[in-house]
C-alpha cells in the first residue's frame, strides 16, 4: 500500500515539473511508472539469483526490488528535471498607429 501511495506522490511531482516547462504530463507519468515498475522487477529478479547463488533468504529480492524501483523513481526524475522548457511565442501585436 504504501508502495502505490509512494507512486501516486511521485507521479503528481512529475506532472508538475514538467507542466512548469510547458509540457503535456501524461506520457512523463506514464514513463515513471514505467520506470518504477521496470526497475523494481529487474531488481527483484536479480536479487531473486543473487540469493539463491549465495543461500541467502530469498526476502533479499523484495529489498532488491526496493531499490530497483528507488533508482527507477531517481531517473524519472532525473530525465524530468532536466527538460528544457518548451520556447513559448509571444502572440503578435497590432500595428500602431502613432
Known sequence: MLEILALIHLTRRIGEIVAE?????FGYKLMAVALWIGGEFVSAVLGAVIAQVMGWPSAIAYLFALIGAVIGAGIAFLI???????AVEPPPQ???FS
Open 94 to 96: 497590432p500595428p500602431s
Open 80 to 86: 524530468a528535471k532536466q527538460l528544457p522548457p518548451l
Open 21 to 25: 516547462k510547458g509540457r503535456k504530463t
